[in-house]
């Protein structure tokens, strides 16, 4: 792309000498990796000392540099730029119709123009796959189960029967969608019952779900993964849970059963949520953190308990601080002690001289 197509792209303003709007990008590369012919990008400003020393042909950033000596181009959000730039030059493969030798595909199933099944894939009876969709290879894709369009599956997945995939849905390797629901009843004696999971999953368009995370099955019903929302690798999201829109949730995060998270939330890394509580819309829940009780729109929570995030700092910002605290207080109670002890004795001594006299 020349200088002045990629300004186009990310509704940027170019800053470059007159005449290089034509100059021709090849490629895009980190600060340290650009030469010529790249373009790179500062979303931090940390690093704004090395524009200086920058190889690169071009360079996205969101204030304009004097001093630099590349072609600028100014944008709002460097990150964001850098994210429509790159699905422009490393677009997601689409379907070209071919289907392996090597894979199952049932006669029942109907299977859209343009889709790609790969070697050892299972596609079952009454499978609906839409237009452009690809399948990798060693994937298993139960009975009536219906993926959407332009749907990327990456190897080793497994999709469980009546599940229903959106449209560009991306699902990383190793990832189980309908597995079954963690239930079990209980005698008396302590001998446990396994609960048939009867449900679904209903995974919304734009999704993505990381390598080897779980969705399960609902007991009954829909687990349910909104529109747009991302899961990094190893979360699992549990049966009957239900996802809003746009939501992130990090790897190693958690939703116990029948949870409900609203709009926009942000689980951080290794946090979890437990089950039959609601974490209101835009809540961000900070890493490690264990949610307990239901929380309103907007909140910030850190900690387990998870209890809000201002409060949570204050209290890390003394927990070094402990020993020393303690010491103070059991030298300040030895010194209580030591008064009481001389308070009383001089009662008992200022008591026996009235009753001598």
Known sequence: MTLSEICSLVSGELFAPVGSESQSIRGIRSMSEAREGDITFLANVRYRPELKRLKASAVLL?????????????????????????QHFYPMPKGSGQISPMAFVSPTAR???????????????????G???VLTSGIHVGKNTTLGNDVYIHPNVVIREDCRIGNRVIIQPGAVIGSDGFGYAVDP???????????IVVIGDDVEIGANSTVDRATFGETNIGRGTK????????????????????AQSAVAGSGRLGDRVILAGQAAVVGHIEVGSDSVIGGQSGVAS????????????A?????????Q???????????RIRKLERLFRSSETAVSGNEIQEGGTEKNG
């Open 62 to 86: 969101s204030q304009h540099e004097p001093d630099a000596t590349i072609a600028q181009i100014v944008v709002r959000d460097p990150y964001l730029a850098l994210s429509i730039l790159m």
């Open 111 to 129: 299977i859209g123009s343009g889709v790609d099944i790969g070697p050892m894939c299972v596609v079952s009876e009454g499978v609906t796959i």
């Open 131 to 133: 237009e452009g969709s």
């Open 189 to 199: 004696s302590g001998k446990r019952f396994r609960i048939p999971q009867v449900g």
């Open 231 to 250: 899961m990094d690798n190893l979360v699992q999201i549990a049966h009957n849970v239900k996802i809003g829109q746009d939501c992130v949730l990090v």
């Open 294 to 305: 239901s929380l309103s729109e907007g909140s910030r929570v850190s900690g387990s308990p």
């Open 307 to 315: 209890i809000p995030h201002n409060i949570w700092l204050r209290v």
């Open 317 to 327: 910002s003394i927990v070094k601080d402990l020993p020393s605290i303690l010491a």
